[in-house]
C-alpha cells in the first residue's frame, strides 16, 4: 500500500471523526440560535413529534391513540416496535429516562451507519470515497434528525450492515439484520426488496440456489411481516396496520397526493419543487450509470419510490429518502476528486448549512 493512501484503519477514523464533526456543527448551530431564540433545544431533540409517540410507548406499551377534530384517529401502532423496545431496555439499566434514552440509541446508532455506510461506500468505490459518503450522510439537508431520538440512524445502521453483508455473500446475516430493519420502520420494505431481487439476480446467473441464500432471503421479511400481522391479531383485521396507516394519511395513493400538492403551490414554487425532484431523478440516472453494486441501487431506487409514491405530509419526505445513502455516492466520488484542503472546506460549507436548515426546522412549528 502506498504511503500516501490512508490504510483502513485511518480510512474509518476519518469517516466516523468526519460524521461526527459534521453532528457536532449541526448540534452547536442548533445551542446558538436555541439560546437567541429563548428556546429549549434539547427538547427539540428528545420531546416533540414522533420522538414522544416512542417514549410513550417505550413507557406504557401500545394502546394510545388520538382523535382530531375532523375525526381522524391516530394510533400509536403506527410505529414500529424495536427502537422504543431498546428505550426501555436502555431506560431500565442506566439512571436515564426513556427520552434520554432515545437519544443514547439514536446517537449510537448514527455512528454504527456511518460505519456501515463508509463500509459499503468503500466496496462500491474505494475507500477515500467510503470516507467521503460517510460524511456526506452527515450534512444531508435533513440531518439533523440523526441527531434527535427518532428511528432513521437506527434503520440505517442495520440497512447498510444488511447490504455489505449481501455484499459479502453472508446471506443468513443480511436476512437477521433486515428482520431487525424490519422490526424498526416500514421502509424495510425496500431492503427486503433488494436482498430478494439480488438474490434472484444472483440465481438466474450461477443457476444454483445455496441454502444460505435461501435461508437469508427467507428470513429477511419476517421482522416486517412480524409486527404487520401483530397489528392485524390485536386490532382483529388483515389490513389493521394499513388501515392505521392511512387514518395517519400515509397511505400508498402512487403519488396522486404528491401530484395534488405541486398542482395546488404558486407557480413559481411549483416550478422550484419541480426541478427538485428532477435532480432527484437526475441523481438516481446518475447510480445507474455508476454502476453501483446490485443491492445498493435496488435499495436505494426503493427508498426513493417508497417515499414519494405516498400520501404522506409533505415536508416529511426529504426525511424519508435520508437512509437512501446510495443517492449519495456520485457526490462523494467526484468530491475525492478534490484536493483535501478543498474538500474539507465543501463539506464544512454544508455542515454549517445543514446545521442552520436544522436549527430552522427544529426551532419551527412544524414536524421534520
Excluded at 21 to 46: F, N, S, W
Excluded at 203 to 223: C, D, N, Q, T, Y
Amino acid at each position: 500500500m502506498s504511503p500516501d493512501r490512508p490504510r483502513p484503519p485511518e480510512s474509518l477514523a476519518a469517516a466516523l471523526g468526519g460524521y461526527a464533526a459534521t453532528r457536532v456543527i449541526g448540534l452547536a448551530v442548533l445551542a446558538v440560535a436555541a439560546a437567541v431564540a429563548g428556546k429549549d433545544g434539547l427538547h427539540r431533540l428528545t420531546g416533540r413529534w414522533d420522538a414522544v409517540w416512542y417514549v410513550r410507548i417505550a413507557e406504557n406499551g401500545y394502546g394510545y391513540q388520538v382523535t382530531l377534530p375532523n375525526g381522524s384517529v391516530h394510533s400509536d401502532l403506527a410505529f414500529f416496535p424495536l427502537f422504543p423496545a431498546l428505550e426501555r431496555a436502555l431506560s431500565t439499566v442506566l439512571p436515564v429516562d426513556a427520552a434520554t434514552a432515545g437519544l443514547l440509541v439514536s446517537w449510537a446508532a448514527s455512528l454504527a451507519a456511518a460505519w456501515g455506510i463508509y463500509a459499503v461506500g468503500s466496496h462500491a468505490a474505494g475507500r477515500q470515497a467510503g470516507v467521503a459518503l460517510a460524511v456526506l450522510w452527515g450534512v444531508y439537508p435533513t440531518a439533523f434528525v440523526q441527531s434527535m431520538a427518532y428511528t432513521e440512524t437506527l434503520f440505517t445502521a442495520l440497512a447498510a450492515w444488511s447490504i455489505l453483508a449481501v455484499l459479502r455473500d453472508r446471506w443468513i446475516l443480511a436476512g437477521a439484520l433486515c428482520v431487525l430493519a424490519g422490526l424498526t420502520r416500514p421502509t424495510a420494505a425496500a431492503l427486503i426488496a433488494a436482498i430478494g431481487i439480488t438474490a434472484l439476480v444472483t440465481v438466474v446467473r450461477e443457476r444454483k440456489l445455496p441454502a444460505r441464500m435461501a435461508a437469508g432471503v427467507l428470513i429477511a421479511p419476517l421482522g416486517w411481516l412480524a409486527y404487520i400481522v401483530y397489528v392485524g391479531v390485536r386490532e382483529g383485521s388483515p389490513t389493521a396496520y394499513f388501515d392505521v396507516q392511512a387514518a395517519w394519511g400515509n397511505s400508498i395513493d402512487g403519488g396522486v397526493a404528491l401530484a395534488r400538492f405541486i398542482w395546488g403551490l404558486p407557480p413559481l414554487a411549483a416550478l422550484g419543487l419541480c426541478a427538485a425532484l428532477g435532480l432527484l431523478a437526475w441523481l438516481v440516472v446518475l447510480c445507474v450509470r455508476q454502476k453501483q453494486p446490485l443491492p445498493l441501487l435496488v435499495y436505494t431506487i426503493a427508498v426513493v419510490v417508497v417515499s414519494l409514491i405516498g400520501a404522506a405530509y409533505f415536508g416529511s419526505r426529504p426525511r424519508l429518502m435520508m437512509p437512501a445513502f446510495g443517492l449519495l455516492l456520485p457526490a462523494a466520488v467526484a468530491l475525492v476528486r478534490l484536493r483535501v484542503r478543498n474538500r474539507i472546506l465543501v463539506l464544512a460549507g454544508l455542515a454549517l448549512a445543514s446545521g442552520a436548515y436544522g436549527a430552522f426546522t427544529l426551532l419551527g412549528s412544524g414536524p421534520p
